[in-house]
Every structure is written in C-alpha cells, then in structure tokens.
C-alpha cells in the first residue's frame, strides 16, 4: 500500500464495495477535528473527488486578508499548514496551545494591528494567570515550557503571515520568553537497578522493564512491540510502531520521528528472558493489555505499575522516561560513543543526543583527563577529583557489604485463591491464573476501589471458573 503525503488526505475500500477519500478542513470551537468525506465506486473516481474537495478548502484558506483577526487566520494556519503534519498527540498539544490560550486572549486583534507589545504582554499574562485547570496544585501560571510553546505557535503563524505578504513583520520576534529549563534527569544507581528487577519479577513485570532498561526505548515504543518484531536467531529487535493515549483512547501509531523506527541489537540473555515470556503470553502483543489480549497495555498502567514497583524497592521516584535516562547513562558510562548511542535510543541526530547528556560526558572527559595526568605525569591525584575518601592508589576497594534484597511480597495467600495487588492509590487489583482443561493458562482479573471489595470479588470469579472448568 503507497502512503499518502501528508495533508492529502486519507483513500480507503470501503465493505460496501466503494471508496471513500476523507480530509481534514477544520476544527470546532472545542479543538475537535471537523473531516469531510467524499465516495466513489473507483479509486480513480474517489481521488478526482478528494483533490476537487481539496481544492475548495485551499480556495477557503487563501482568501486570508490583514482584515482578518488574528484568531481567525492562526485557526487558519494551523488547519492549513500544521494540523496535516502533526501525529494525533503532537495535534492535541497544538490545539489545546492555540484555542485554549492564543485565540481566547489575543485572538479578537485584526491581524495587521497585531503589535510586539501586545504578544509580549499576552506571553507574561501566561506566566502569570494563564492556567486552565488544577491550579491548586499547580498554582495559577503556567510553566516556561508551556509559555515557549505558545510562543512558538504564534511566531510560526506570523512567520507565514510575513511570507504571504499580510504582514510586513512578525511582531512576535525577540519577545521577552521565561527561560528554558530542563526538566531534572533522575537515573536508577546499579543497586537500585538490582532491586528494582528483582521487585518487578515478582509482580510479574520483569521483562518489560528489563528491555526497556536494555535498550532505551521509549514507554510507546516499548508498548507497541509485537512478537513478529523479535528474531530470536539474529537477537535483533525491530521498532515499527507505537502506542499512545490519544484523547484517552489507546492508537497505534508510526514511531515518534523518522530515526525513531530502528533495528536493535539486544544482549542473548534479555532474548533467552523474551523467549521463556512468550512461552506465558497469548497473544501477538509482546506486553498484552491484563484485561484484553488483543492489545496493548495502557500507557498510565504501566506508568502507576512502575511507582508501586519501586516504592515496594525501595527506591527513589523516577517517571518512565527516566528509564531511558538510566540506559543511555549507563552506556555512556560503559563506553558507548555518542553517534551509536543516537542511533540505539531513535534520536533524530547525535547533536540533540549530546545536547540531553552534555552533564555526563563533561564527566567522562574529566576522568579521561585524570587518566592521562596519572599516566604520562605520575602525578597523585588531588582530594577533590576523587571526590574523598582515601586517595592511596594501592588501596583495594571494600568489599560489596549491601543485604541481599528480598521483593516486597505483601501478604502470603493460599495456593488457588489468587492474589491481590494494590496498582494506584484507589484502585486494587485481583488476579487468578489458573490452568484450563487443555493445559494452558489464562489470567483473569478483577478491580475495586477498597481490599474488602476486590477479595469479594476475586472470591466469586474463581468460583465462576472452576464451576466452569468443572463442566
């Protein structure tokens, strides 16, 4: 099948025999995105169609004048331009940016009357008051990142506006924007690591929080594997496809940029752990939905499922994200160079690779440094650069005194009553896995808002199930 450019529309066979061609043309006042359709009884006939239809829209577009306000041909803007190009949660994020925040307080201005003061002033307005929702926790602005993206709305539509010759400048230049700030990276040290795999194995999480911390790869990408992607023989991974939350509906999508779909090579243990898995999962999923085999798990489960697994490890907090922090450190740290780590972890070029770890490779270079002062110097290295402690070359390291870890287990239940697992802060979980008739297994689960509740429940689906099995 031949993919479609993007802002083309979108050619399908229907059932009923005919074809349909479909095309964005707008958004409602919500953010939601209008489509008009278009049938034939051929594919030839359907795309004459498509492209006439298209052309009535760009007809609509090009009929943007200085008289126009400025919310008018930013909606204009991003339909025309922007919206063909994004993925389904890079559009959502546009959207909310540009009728939640840009079109509300600015959007009245005609055009051509928009000036730098009143963009500059509209960015603080932002910062200061500009939040929509859960203001007691976040308190009422927003945050630099969110500000910046608006701004980058706005300066990408005016620039526009400037090439069509609506306007002379984009008054949106050299605006006054609240700095960028890096979100503070957290990374797993190798004791937690240990920890953490060993609490995940028990709660039945191993293998999907071993990959990822073998390979990088991002929480869609992860989620988005199937089992035709592994080949056991060549240990090599293919990443294809992602899923996201869209709308707080679970897609599957194309990975995130054009680098991001890749072929990784992985350790022979990690695919001897994938191979003994699969030997437990029904279903063309490599990490199935706990509920629906038929997809993926959900994206925020895993994220809650993760919080818990290192609460019960005692380990620090980190989001998912910084899993991928944790490999890419670790492999730095091991030796990788940064142009084969841009590849591995899908980054669009080493740059943007070297700009997100600068912090750890500064270090790889001091220690180089040392290295080479002890080496041709012979000099004794200072208190300071091995960060204390005794500074004896000929002193041998202490032996490894940490207590074997032992996995949070809760409370030990009898054999064939299952078992209860708390997954967020009001929600608990109860799973039987029990073997049918014809010797497999299947997981069977049960969810309530109080313990009480769900060993009530659980009780009553394993007697629905051996009832059932007894039949």
Sequence with gaps: MVRRKNGEGTIRHRKDGRWEGRIVVGHDENGRTITKNVLGKTKNECREKLDALKSTVTDRAEKATTDMTFG?????????????????????????????HIIPKIGNIPLGDLRHSDVEQFYADQKKNGRLSRRDTYGDGLSNSMVRGIHARCKSALDRAVADGLIIRNPATDCALPPKKSREMKTLSHSEIRRFLIQAKYEGMYELFLLDLTTGMRRGELLGLKWEDLDTKTCELRISRQ??????????TSPKTRTSGRVIKLPKAVVDALTEYRKTVYSEWMFPSPHDNSRPRD??????RLGLILEHAGCKHVRFHDLRHTFATMALEGGMDIKTLSAVIGHSTAA????IYSHITSDMQRKAAMCID???????????ETAGGDNNANTTPSANTEPVFTPYRGKRRRPGTGCITKISKNTWQGKFTPRNPDGTRQTHCVYART??????????????IRAKNAM
């Design 72 to 100: 008018a041909y930013i909606d204009f803007w991003f339909n025309t331009f922007a919206a063909p190009k994004l993925k389904a949660t890079t559009r959502r994020k546009y959207e909310a940016e540009i009728y939640g």
């Design 243 to 252: 899923a996201a939350l869209v709308g707080g509906k679970l897609v599957i």
């Design 299 to 304: 994206p925020s489960g895993c994220r809650k």
């Design 352 to 355: 943007t690779t070297l700009d």
């Design 374 to 384: 002890r080496a041709i110097t012979k000099t004794a290295v200072s208190d300071t």
């Design 451 to 464: 313990e009480e509740e769900c060993e009530r429940k659980l009780g009553e689906m394993i007697k629905q």
